[in-house]
């Protein structure tokens, strides 16, 4: 599902979104840098309430293509720097983590289906 | 509650003395080192010659209910007869022999002026029932056994106790009845993560045994586990205490360094000293004080950087918001 | 939907029964800060956390949680079994991720 189809289903606020038919596989939930490192899924979404440059350091390494920042988080500005640089998508969410997993799932689970 | 290698926290000097403290485990240990063996043991000894029968000594245990007999001749020990000794020498026929021929000589002996924390460890290494004790001079003035133990610390925790009640009446102005009082500090070590956040949990569950509010359990509980991680992750190790009267309940960190530069940022959102594997293992968010005062009914923060911190967490048990 | 229920639907393995395996659920949160945890005012939670440490059960217990389920079958230190039994803090553990365990339990809550 691309990231433009996703957001319009979930209504994320697109932060910063270098390119809208970027690929979404799935979705990994996760505050754990160090646990992203270990499980993060290639091509899923990560969803998180950390707004740092390491979280956008991470998404490189695992091959994740954007980040919803929960619980309407700031995002500083170098985060939105680095994250332009490695091309990843910054999205935002009032919802916290289990609510906007739960968006997602239904989201992606549609996409499948359709 | 040392992590190993870690100093114990120093406290800033006005923190309140050893012994206002209550049934604080740091009471039972301060007592025990402020207590000698010659405070604890039994001075008037019943005792016998060498020259004594062992017969002798079986019936002065029983008349007397001890468990040795003590060997001496004008303060001069000698040994100690003990229970297994008599029965050795039942079963060997020796009973009418001397004491002198059948104590036990080789022997454990304590000092009078020892600490009393000595005394326990020997107890413990030893596993004899009783040590014979002998003064500088190495006259024998006493015997101690754990028995003597256990009642003189009976004696002087209730003594403790009583003096912490009366305290606590003058203290509030009002009758013991009807104003709780309840007092506990738990001293906190840097980077102790083993135990961060144990004392919280202590105070929550006494909170939930008292029956108050649970909203009220809630806010306090919080306000001492964010003060708690605090002492634990930036300061140089300090003491958490908490007490109740009056309807209100005041949490307090205080700690001896290293003080915040800027107060008014160290209580903004989001703002954290906390390095990298501090924040790996889930703690330095930066949302500590912040919280602690969004739950607290009164909140007060003195900091000097290169001296201690002192903060101060009120909560209204009645009358306050639920 | 209790902490016995919750525990199947996410194919988890209970620990520590403590006092909250047959209490209802209320609300769930997951998150791995506990800072975050300690701003809620929510009774009868249900954490959902990939941290494993001791400090997850003393969080949960200040904030009166009905139980912590730790994802991504991350085996636990011992010393977490020995807290939670101290709390009697229900405990469980589950191989699905962060992700796949609020989807799953939403779905047994809300069955379409």
């Given at each position: 599902?691309?990231?433009g189809?996703?957001?319009?289903?979930?209504?994320?606020?697109a932060?910063?979104?270098?390119d809208?038919n970027a690929e979404?596989?799935?979705?990994?939930t996760s505050?754990?840098?160090?646990d992203?490192m270990?499980h993060?899924?290639?091509?899923?979404v990560?969803i998180?309430?950390q707004n740092?440059?390491?979280?956008?350091a991470?998404c490189t390494?695992?091959?994740a293509p954007a980040?919803?920042?929960v619980?309407?988080?700031e995002?500083?500005?170098d985060?939105?720097?680095?994250?332009?640089?490695e091309?990843?998508?910054?999205?935002?969410?009032k919802?916290?983590?289990?609510n906007?997993?739960?968006k997602m799932?239904?989201?992606l689970?549609?996409?499948?289906?359709? | 509650m040392?992590a190993?290698g870690s100093?114990?926290?120093?406290?800033?000097?006005?923190r309140?003395e050893?012994?206002e403290?209550g049934?604080?485990?740091?009471v039972?240990?301060?007592?025990?080192q402020?207590?000698?063996?010659?405070?604890?043991?039994?001075?008037?000894?019943?005792?016998?010659?060498?020259?004594?029968?062992?017969?002798q000594a079986?019936?002065?245990?029983?008349q007397?209910k001890?468990?040795?007999v003590p060997?001496?001749e004008n303060?001069?020990?000698?040994g100690l007869?003990?229970?297994?000794d008599?029965?050795r020498a039942l079963?060997?026929?020796?009973?009418?022999?001397?004491?002198?021929r059948?104590?036990t000589?080789k022997?454990?002996?304590?000092?009078?002026?020892?600490p009393?924390?000595?005394?326990?460890?020997?107890f413990d290494?030893?596993?004899?029932g009783?040590?014979?004790?002998l003064?500088?001079?190495?006259?024998?003035?006493?015997?101690?056994?754990q028995r003597?133990?256990?009642r003189a610390?009976l004696?002087?925790?209730?003594?403790?106790?009583?003096?912490?009640e009366?305290?606590?009446v003058?203290?509030?102005?009002?009758?013991a009845?009807?104003?709780?009082?309840?007092l506990?500090?738990?001293p906190?070590?840097?980077?102790?993560?083993?135990?961060a956040?144990k004392a919280a949990?202590?105070?929550?569950?006494v909170?939930?045994?008292?029956?108050?509010?649970?909203?009220?359990?809630?806010?306090?509980?919080v306000?001492?586990?964010?003060?708690?991680?605090n002492?634990?992750v930036h300061s140089?190790?300090?003491?958490?205490s908490?007490?109740?009267?009056?309807g209100?309940?005041?949490?307090i960190?205080?700690?001896?360094?290293?003080g915040?530069?800027?107060?008014?940022?160290?209580?903004?959102?989001?703002t954290s000293t906390?390095?990298?594997?501090?924040?790996s293992?889930?703690?330095g968010?930066?949302?500590g004080?912040?919280?602690?005062r969004?739950?607290?009914d009164?909140?007060?923060?003195a900091?000097?950087?290169g001296s201690g911190?002192?903060?101060?967490?009120?909560?209204?048990?009645?009358?306050?918001a639920? | 939907?209790t902490m016995?229920?919750?525990?199947?639907v996410?194919?988890?393995e209970?620990l520590v029964?403590?006092?909250g395996?047959?209490?209802?659920?209320?609300h769930v949160m997951a998150s791995d800060?506990?800072?975050?945890?300690?701003?809620?005012d929510?009774e009868?939670?249900?954490l959902?956390t990939?941290?494993a440490s001791?400090?997850?059960l003393?969080t949960?217990?200040?904030?009166?949680a009905v139980?912590v389920?730790?994802?991504?079958g991350?085996p636990?230190p011992?010393s977490m079994v020995n807290?939670a039994?101290?709390l009697h803090?229900?405990?469980?553990?589950?191989?699905?991720?962060?992700?796949?365990?609020?989807v799953?339990?939403?779905?047994?809550?809300?069955?379409l």
């Amino acid at each position: 599902m691309t990231l433009g189809t996703l957001i319009g289903a979930c209504g994320w606020e697109a932060v910063q979104v270098p390119d809208l038919n970027a690929e979404a596989t799935g979705a990994y939930t996760s505050d754990l840098l160090s646990d992203v490192m270990a499980h993060g899924p290639e091509g899923a979404v990560l969803i998180t309430v950390q707004n740092h440059t390491n979280t956008v350091a991470v998404c490189t390494l695992v091959g994740a293509p954007a980040i919803l920042v929960v619980r309407n988080s700031e995002i500083p500005d170098d985060m939105r720097e680095a994250a332009a640089r490695e091309g990843i998508a910054l999205l935002r969410t009032k919802d916290d983590q289990f609510n906007a997993s739960l968006k997602m799932g239904r989201a992606l689970a549609a996409g499948k289906q359709g | 509650m040392n992590a190993p290698g870690s100093q114990p926290p120093v406290v800033p000097d006005d923190r309140p003395e050893l012994g206002e403290t209550g049934n604080d485990p740091l009471v039972l240990l301060e007592l025990i080192q402020r207590l000698k063996v010659r405070d604890v043991m039994t001075p008037d000894l019943v005792t016998l010659p060498r020259a004594a029968s062992m017969q002798q000594a079986q019936e002065l245990m029983r008349q007397k209910k001890i468990s040795g007999v003590p060997v001496e001749e004008n303060g001069r020990f000698f040994g100690l007869v003990s229970i297994d000794d008599i029965i050795r020498a039942l079963v060997a026929g020796t009973i009418h022999e001397s004491c002198g021929r059948h104590m036990t000589t080789k022997l454990v002996v304590l000092e009078d002026d020892m600490p009393l924390s000595f005394a326990l460890r020997y107890f413990d290494r030893y596993h004899y029932g009783r040590f014979p004790v002998l003064n500088r001079d190495r006259r024998l003035v006493g015997i101690i056994c754990q028995r003597d133990i256990n009642r003189a610390l009976l004696v002087e925790l209730t003594r403790e106790l009583q003096r912490l009640e009366s305290a606590s009446v003058q203290r509030g102005g009002e009758g013991a009845a009807g104003s709780l009082y309840l007092l506990r500090e738990f001293p906190i070590c840097k980077y102790d993560f083993e135990n961060a956040g144990k004392a919280a949990n202590q105070i929550k569950q006494v909170l939930q045994e008292k029956q108050f509010a649970s909203k009220v359990i809630r806010r306090i509980a919080v306000a001492a586990y964010e003060l708690e991680i605090n002492l634990c992750v930036h300061s140089d190790g300090g003491v958490l205490s908490w007490q109740v009267s009056s309807g209100r309940a005041e949490v307090i960190a205080r700690d001896a360094g290293p003080g915040i530069e800027d107060v008014e940022w160290a209580c903004r959102d989001g703002t954290s000293t906390a390095n990298e594997w501090i924040r790996s293992l889930g703690f330095g968010a930066g949302m500590g004080l912040v919280n602690v005062r969004r739950v607290s009914d009164e909140f007060e923060i003195a900091s000097k950087k290169g001296s201690g911190t002192t903060v101060k967490a009120v909560i209204y048990i009645e009358g306050g918001a639920a | 939907m209790t902490m016995s229920e919750v525990a199947e639907v996410l194919q988890a393995e209970v620990l520590v029964k403590g006092d909250g395996l047959l209490r209802r659920v209320g609300h769930v949160m997951a998150s791995d800060l506990m800072s975050d945890v300690l701003l809620v005012d929510e009774e009868d939670m249900l954490l959902l956390t990939s941290l494993a440490s001791d400090q997850v059960l003393r969080t949960a217990q200040i904030v009166g949680a009905v139980g912590v389920v730790v994802v991504n079958g991350k085996p636990l230190p011992s010393s977490m079994v020995n807290v939670a039994n101290d709390l009697h803090m229900t405990l469980a553990t589950s191989r699905l991720s962060k992700y796949d365990a609020c989807v799953a339990v939403h779905a047994a809550r809300h069955p379409l």
